[in-house]
């Protein structure tokens, strides 16, 4: 593993032995035992899009790994003023340790890993949210113990997260169900990734059905960044996608709520099912630094 672009690039392996580097830095954090990995080392943090968690996590981890971390937006960058993109993949090689970027193209991803000597990390791309599943899948083994014979299912715009939650939820050996409405389902290449799973993996535009035995809901905001023009129009195609107490009566009774934050309450999530469930979703929100800390990790030691 030599970067982690998308979750469809790896293992299932991979995915675990990251998640068990993450308890144990996670373990290590709480019971304050140094663990500084990174001495020395530079992550340089490219951000096209704005964040709160993508940001503060992953330059708290260099911080408590023993490195530093580099804030550029597009102010700061010549590719914001037209340098192609593998100059300055080229060039952050020759300064920095490992790259996270937080952009809108999957395909600018790809091009820093190719054209650079030195670890990428997708931060969020539109195509997907590697980082945050890891997270997710973080706290559902805490929480659950294992994997072995759950469902998570998914309510919403078939977007970044739900292409990252199908193909690590199946990798993982989770049944997985996703509900979303007509013109908004995941994105084509992971539905084919998800054909060789069999009946493990549905797709459906009936909550109840995609909520039914379910051990995991999770949802995501209906307009994603930079879909803010399209309000209105997403709020009439996801009326009655929300997670409510229908959807949670429809899951099993000990079901757990995700939600990759920020949460509009009465949009996709109901205020009272966000705060029965809330110390699940800022376990979630917490696991970002642990599971970001050990794919840089990963990636980066020596």
Not at 123 to 151: N, W
Not at 158 to 165: F, P
Not at 199 to 204: A, Q, R, S
Not at 229 to 244: I, T
Request: proline share 2%.
């Amino acid at each position: 593993m030599k970067h982690l672009l998308k979750l469809l690039d790896v293992s299932e392996k991979e995915i675990l032995e990251i998640l068990n580097l993450a308890d144990q830095l996670k373990y290590e954090r709480k019971h304050g035992i140094p663990h500084r990995h990174l001495e020395g080392k530079s992550l340089g943090m490219i951000f096209q899009k704005a964040s709160t968690r993508t940001r503060l996590s992953f330059e708290t981890g260099m911080y408590q790994l023993g490195g530093q971390a580099l804030f550029l937006s597009n102010r700061d960058l010549q590719i914001g003023r037209g340098e192609p993109v593998q100059d300055t993949a080229r060039v952050m090689s020759r300064y920095l340790d490992g790259i996270m970027i937080r952009t809108f193209a999957q395909q600018e991803v790809e091009d820093l890993a190719k054209y650079g000597t030195i670890p990428v990390i997708n931060g969020l791309t539109d195509f997907c949210h590697p980082c945050q599943i890891l997270a997710d899948l973080m706290t559902v083994r805490e929480k659950k113990g294992s994997f072995a014979g759950l469902k998570a299912c998914f309510i919403g715009d078939g977007n970044n997260m739900a292409n990252s939650l199908i193909v690590g939820c199946l990798k993982v050996g989770m049944k997985f169900s996703i509900a979303c409405p007509d013109g908004y389902r995941p994105d084509s290449r992971v539905l084919d990734f998800a054909k060789d799973y069999g009946d493990k993996f549905t797709l459906t535009d009936n909550v109840l059905e995609a909520a039914a035995d379910a051990d995991v809901v999770i949802t995501d905001v209906w307009a994603s960044m930079g879909q803010e023009d399209e309000k209105a129009k997403r709020e009439a195609a996801f009326k009655g996608y929300q997670v409510n107490d229908g959807v949670m009566k429809a899951a099993r009774g000990d079901a757990m709520v995700l939600h990759c934050l920020p949460a509009h309450r009465e949009e996709e999530i109901t205020a009272k099912v966000f705060e029965e469930h809330a110390d699940e979703i800022f376990e979630e929100a917490e696991n970002r630094l642990h599971a970001q800390k050990a794919v840089m990790v990963k990636l980066m030691k020596d």
